[in-house]
């Protein structure tokens, strides 16, 4: 079956960098679009960054140039490098697969999401 | 990108239907036929409801709908059961890869 498990969250200093990991299996990861997006505590879902099958990538101002997204489909797996981190920053991120062919409508299996906290 | 625009809440009694708009603008909504609808109960992972604007993921009930008019898109739940109460947001593709969401409706089912 479909699953997408992330990990590598945790608490860190304003300025400070975190490395997430999205462990991707039961589908064939190489074929698929993938994305992040995160809800920071009692609010809404935003859109964090997106990169395709051939590796092209795309975030919002809100993190352009502070993170990076990257795949290695050799090991089903999805990473979310974030740098220079904000206490705006502090949200459950969420990888989420994107079916092909749809627009970036079809956002069909999430993981259970990581917990980032930015404080001093 | 502005997020798109949702009522925060929307109630409904047991058995009837209730509707969720989501309003955007010709950039995104109006646009493309690219929207979906996520289900949210407290503590858990989004869940996706509906997608291209009106297609339903397998294992979604037909008692959910999505349609759009203009700038505005909207999810219609009938038949509202007790497990329907969630948060609910919509999402919608706004060209050059990027997406953007709404901010939230938290159903109550009284």
């Known amino acids: 079956q479909v699953q997408v498990v992330e990990s590598g969250g945790g608490l860190v200093k304003p300025g400070g960098s975190l490395r997430l990991s999205c462990a991707a299996s039961?589908?064939?990861?190489?074929?698929?679009?993938m994305t992040w997006i995160r809800q920071a505590p009692g609010k809404g879902l935003e859109w964090v960054s997106y990169?395709?099958?051939?590796?092209?990538?795309n975030y919002p101002d809100s993190v352009k140039g502070r993170f990076t997204i990257s795949r290695d489909n050799a090991k089903n797996s999805l990473y979310l490098q974030m740098n220079s981190l904000r206490a705006e920053d502090t949200a459950v991120y969420y990888c989420?697969?994107?079916?092909?062919?749809?627009?970036?409508?079809?956002?069909?299996?999430w993981g259970q999401g990581t917990l980032v906290t930015v404080s001093s | 990108q502005s997020a798109l625009t949702q009522p925060r809440s929307v109630s409904g009694s047991p058995g009837q239907s209730v509707t969720i708009s989501c309003t955007g603008t010709?950039?995104?909504?109006?646009?493309?036929?690219?929207v979906s609808w996520f289900q949210q109960h407290p503590g858990k992972a989004p869940k996706l409801m509906i997608y291209?604007?009106?297609k339903r993921p397998s294992g979604v009930p037909d008692r959910f709908s999505g349609s759009k008019s203009g700038n505005t898109a909207s999810l219609t739940i009938s038949g509202l059961q007790a497990e329907d109460e969630a948060d609910y947001y919509c999402?919608?593709?706004?060209?050059?890869?990027?997406?953007?969401f709404g901010g939230g409706t938290k159903l109550t089912v009284l």
């Open positions: 291209g604007v009106s």
């Open positions: 010709s950039s995104d909504v109006g646009g493309y036929n690219s």
């Open positions: 039961g589908f064939t990861f190489s074929d698929y679009y």
């Open positions: 999402c919608s593709y706004a060209g050059s890869y990027t997406l953007v």
């Open positions: 989420a697969r994107i079916d092909v062919d749809t627009n970036m409508s079809k956002l069909d299996y």
């Open positions: 990169i395709a099958s051939s590796g092209y990538t």
